[in-house]
């Protein structure tokens, strides 16, 4: 049983254990499994027994599914472990987008407080496979805090590339307590990006953005841990946000593969939601025109800024599979969709609430039925972006044109038995 690099465009092969980041023709790389040997296992029962496992790779809820996602020894396998988050009962933030059956996935409670832990195990096993000693990723948010993290876990040297300018330095925080090594450069995000695969080729560095296929691979497990908690029924929706666009195409490949294997009988439709202010594959898929970049790309939601994705092919391919939707929310609905999901007491950054915005949406424009079974991904922790939280309780995004329709603001009082008996009175 073994993998193979193969372009998602021209389909030229590779061999899997030399590092390479995209095809000759320019295409990016797809991991390829051996399905026709896969299907000789029975998958599920090994799925099942490894189910809260104590024993490790398995205990992690990405190498649980290890035959689907990369079939490595054990001794280069980097992990926390990740995965194992709760599927929530979706409760107020449910009744806000007019669902009955609503579930939310907190991807936010992974080792550093994103789904970006399951890419990175992956990711991080690959670097250590090909012999890796130093990774690098153009990043300043939650790719960066969590390869830091896996590196440190490993004992390799981590290299970030960050543009000057405006760094969002609430997740820079953690990359930097992790101990990755920092580098502004003197460019925007792009010229970041280009500096550190141009240093990736030239100095044997390991890259880790999500060009890298084996990420791709990892985050996979969201679906199959997802199926597993629901006893491999599947739900008619999946809902996620879109910024780069990896974990979507990671989502609907691994559900490709389950179908193709026949572990689930069943296409799930998967529904993309991405910021109205950074929205190239909505555009594309709404008015059905080429795929075309969206300059300054502009949102509160800062991890799904993002202009230029690089995984937007593999990613329509899956909508396309999976008969799919893409829609686009505006700042405000996904700071409202926040506010329901915090006050269920899940919470997650703004990013993550494009999903129950999205679902909002699209249940209003009927295109999900409020009877359906929806599974909704929440990407990142609450306290990823606290300034977002308190500056919308604190009616302080005015200045974005931004209304705090549901603000719980602190109330200031007098320190006396009166004044709180007058304040909590009206909620007895
Ligand atoms: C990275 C990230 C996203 C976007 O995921 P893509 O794979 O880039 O589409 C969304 N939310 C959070 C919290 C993220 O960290
Ligand atoms: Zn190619």
């Not at 929205?279 to 970049?293: A, D, E, H, V």
């Not at 269920?344 to 679902?359: D, F, L, M, N, W």
């Amino acid at each position: 049983m073994d993998i193979n690099l193969k372009c998602a465009d021209c389909k030229k092969s590779y061999d899997p254990y030399i590092v390479r980041y995209s095809c000759e023709c320019g295409g990016t790389l797809d991991v390829e499994h051996d399905l026709e040997s896969l299907r000789k296992l029975d998958l599920k029962k090994i799925f099942e027994e490894r189910w809260r496992s104590r024993q490790k790779p398995y205990d992690s809820g990405v190498w649980r599914y290890k035959e689907l996602i990369f079939p490595v020894p054990d001794e280069f396998i980097v992990s926390k472990p990740e995965g194992n988050t709760n599927l929530y009962d979706a409760g107020k933030a449910g009744k806000y987008a007019g669902l009955k059956n609503f579930l939310l996935k907190h991807e936010g409670e992974n080792p550093t407080c994103s789904f970006k832990d399951r890419g990175m195990t992956c990711g991080m096993t690959a670097a250590r496979r090909m012999g890796a000693k130093i990774v690098a990723c153009a990043s300043t948010g939650n790719t960066s805090a969590s390869m830091a993290a896996y590196a440190a876990t490993a004992g390799m040297l981590s290299i970030i590339f960050i543009p000057e300018g405006k760094i969002a330095y609430g997740k820079l925080t953690q990359a930097l307590a992790y101990g990755g090594k920092t580098l502004q450069i003197r460019g925007d995000f792009d010229d970041a990006m280009t500096l550190v695969q141009e240093v990736c080729g030239k100095l044997n560095i390991y890259l880790l953005n999500s060009i890298n296929p084996y990420r791709i691979e990892g985050q996979k497990a969201i679906g199959f841990e997802i199926l597993q908690q629901l006893n491999w029924e599947v739900p008619d929706w999946f809902i996620l946000p879109g910024g780069n666009l990896g974990n979507n195409t990671a989502l609907s490949k691994g559900l490709i593969e389950l179908y193709e294997l026949g572990i689930i009988a069943k296409k799930p439709r998967i529904a993309v939601i991405q910021a109205s202010g950074a929205n190239p594959l909505f555009l594309m898929w709404k008015n059905k025109t080429p795929y075309k970049r969206v300059p300054h790309a502009d949102t509160i939601a800062t991890a799904i800024k993002i202009g230029n994705p690089v995984s937007w092919k593999k990613s329509y391919r899956g909508i396309e599979w999976s008969n799919g939707v893409v829609e686009q929310v505006t700042d405000q609905e996904i700071m409202d969709a926040k506010a329901w999901v915090d006050a269920a007491g899940i919470g997650a950054e703004p990013a993550s609430c494009a999903t129950v915005a999205g679902a909002k949406k699209l249940v209003e424009a009927g295109v999900i039925n409020p009877d359906e079974k929806v599974v909704g991904i929440l990407t990142g922790h609450l306290l990823k972006d606290p300034d977002a939280t308190s500056n919308y309780h604190k009616s302080s995004l005015g200045d974005i044109g931004i209304a705090s329709r549901f603000a719980n603001a602190p109330v200031q009082i007098e320190p006396t038995l009166e004044a709180v008996r007058r304040q909590i009175g009206t909620l007895l």
